[in-house]
């Protein structure tokens, strides 16, 4: 199946290169694939993983490992941020 998968700010590194100008790839996944699923494979460092949604909503972290994506879903992942 087919998702949209967006990484932001510090995070776009991660990227194949081609990406990393529009911050989004898309992918082909097995049904029932995980958020941790998907993240694996890029190798991004877990504590860099802050902001997770799914279709604009959030993900708490307890539920990356177990929450199923579905066609055409759209997982973004932000790292912490500070600013002021």
């Known amino acids: 199946m087919k998702i949209t998968f967006k990484l932001y700010a510090t995070l776009t590194d991660h ?4 990406a990393r100008t529009s911050n989004r790839v898309e992918l082909e996944v097995p ?3 995980t958020i941790a ?4 494979p890029f190798g ?3 504590k860099l993983v802050h902001l997770v949604l799914v279709n604009g909503v959030y993900v708490e972290p307890a539920q990356r490992a177990t929450r199923t994506l579905q066609e055409g879903d759209v997982l973004a992942i932000w790292p912490p941020i500070a600013g002021g």
């Open 37 to 40: 699923d998907v993240i694996a």
């Open 31 to 33: 049904p029932q694939a």
């Open 44 to 46: 991004l460092p877990m």
């Open 15 to 18: 990227l194949p290169p081609e």
